[in-house]
């Protein structure tokens, strides 16, 4: 298959970057009850006093809502500290940092990385791709790569751009052209996988990059921004990035499984 043939904005251009979305892409998707995370953060703020731990937990919870709906009308970012400030809450207090475990203990279970990533990004690095991330986080750098180097993945990592060290949230053209620019690689020789088809099809596509769509998640409605994209291919299987890149690249053999039809 030529890369013409696989449809959206393909052609002969080189592929010199890969840049992956994070939460449901990079991560499997879990479905996870986004108040539970303030009860967990607000229990362990207030533990003495459950009424105060449920009013911390519903403002924190409005806030944050606040945030990502805000990113998606007008594409700022937003950040963990501003939210747990919005609901009333000192950084600095000790009863903070306590809470912020808590918050990341719910978490946990919700950031492995997909056993995929770890072949994936060794088979790009093998030619001579460079790996990039670009999340739409409220989450710190130091969080996340502290995931990363959990799953034995961050040295595969050439550059990772989050949102909330940035201005902006996808599908803004800003962050993807700050991305690009970090991965040290111009927009048309990039690609981005991600699982939402406003900030991962289209956001990438309106920079000249190419998108592949991981069609896996189940995105709540009141996430979802209506927009008609057609990805240049979609990876059933993370892996299938591989073989969608090789064709390409001009490299892929007849038969590849992956599929690039769409
Ligand atoms: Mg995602």
């Not at 105060?52 to 009308?73: C, V």
């Not at 809470?99 to 990533?117: G, V």
């Not at 088979?123 to 990039?132: E, F, K, M, Q, T």
Request: proline share 5%; glycine share 8%.
């Amino acid at each position: 298959m030529t890369a013409s043939e696989a449809g959206g904005s393909g052609g002969s251009r080189d592929v010199r970057a890969v840049i992956f979305d994070w939460g449901g892409t990079i991560t499997p998707w879990h479905t996870v009850d986004l108040a539970e995370q303030w009860h967990a953060f607000a229990r362990a703020y207030h533990v003495d006093d459950s009424g105060l731990a449920l009013a911390l937990a519903e403002a924190a919870l409005a806030a944050e809502d606040a945030g990502w709906k805000r990113g998606r009308s007008d594409n700022s970012s937003a950040r963990i500290e501003e939210i747990i400030a919005e609901a009333g809450i000192a950084v600095g207090d000790p009863r903070t940092t306590a809470a912020l475990a808590a918050y990341r203990a719910f978490w946990e279970p919700h950031t492995w990385t997909d056993p995929h990533i770890k072949p994936l990004w060794e088979g790009l690095r093998d030619r001579g791709i460079r790996v990039g991330v670009l999340s739409n986080t409220i989450w710190t750098r130091d969080y996340h790569r502290d995931v990363f180097a959990r799953d034995g993945v961050l040295h595969l990592v050439d550059a990772d751009v989050y949102s909330s060290e940035t201005p902006w949230v996808k599908p803004s053209p800003e962050i993807f052209l700050h991305a690009a620019q970090q991965v040290g690689v111009e927009p048309a020789a990039c690609v981005y996988v991600g699982d939402r088809s406003y900030e991962d099809v289209h956001g990438p596509q309106s920079v000249g990059m190419r998108a592949i769509w991981v069609p896996h998640s189940d995105i709540p409605e009141d996430q979802q921004v209506s927009v008609e994209v057609t990805p240049d291919a979609v990876a059933h299987e993370l892996i299938d990035v591989l073989a969608i890149v090789d064709g390409w690249l001009g490299e892929g053999q007849p038969g590849d499984e992956a599929s690039t039809s769409r």
